[in-house]
């Protein structure tokens, strides 16, 4: 079971839906090896980047696979676009393979975000601001109009 939410700029038309957890589709083996119905592991389908999927098969035997993969959220940290992402590990002989995910926007490498908070102003607007995983806490501004007020939506379960 997995969540998600969605983020709306007060100010435009930006919003985002965030996606996160383990959805019922990700049983362990499924992730890396067996097939959804179109023939494909979940890894395949969840990852666009071909060069990443192109790595991960290279890599992939029994000793690489982790249990480690879940859909994660990111933020480019230089024009502060969301973006979901599935996130995963394998351990290679020269250490972990962890994949590096790009803004769609300006390439910029996307940071995971571990935490995200809402704080509501006086006025009753509600300001984000949201933590690295390297601990590094930061406040959101729209990456569309420079706005910092937002709304989100209930959160919403899915499978
Ligand atoms: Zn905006
Ligand atoms: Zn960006």
């Given at each position: 079971m997995g969540f998600g939410y969605t983020i709306r700029c007060k100010s435009c038309t930006y919003c985002f839906g965030a996606m996160l957890g383990t959805g019922m589709l990700y049983s362990s083996a499924m992730a890396y090896r067996e097939c959804d119905e179109d023939g494909q592991p979940i890894i395949c389908v969840s990852v666009k980047d071909k060069s990443i999927r192109k790595k991960v098969s290279d890599i992939l035997d029994d000793n690489t696979c982790t249990e480690e993969y879940y859909e994660d959220l990111y933020i480019?940290?230089?024009?502060m676009r969301f973006a979901n992402g599935f996130y995963f590990k394998l351990n290679t002989s020269s250490g972990e393979y962890i994949p590096e995910y790009r803004c769609e926007e300006c390439e910029t490498v996307l940071k995971r975000i571990k935490e995200v908070n809402s704080e509501k102003d006086n006025d009753g607007d509600r300001h984000l601001s949201f933590k690295y995983r390297n601990g590094r806490k930061v406040r959101w501004k729209c990456?569309?109009?420079?706005?910092d007020k937002m709304t989100t939506d209930t959160m919403i379960m899915w499978d």
């Open positions: 480019c940290p230089k024009c990456p569309e109009c420079g706005c």
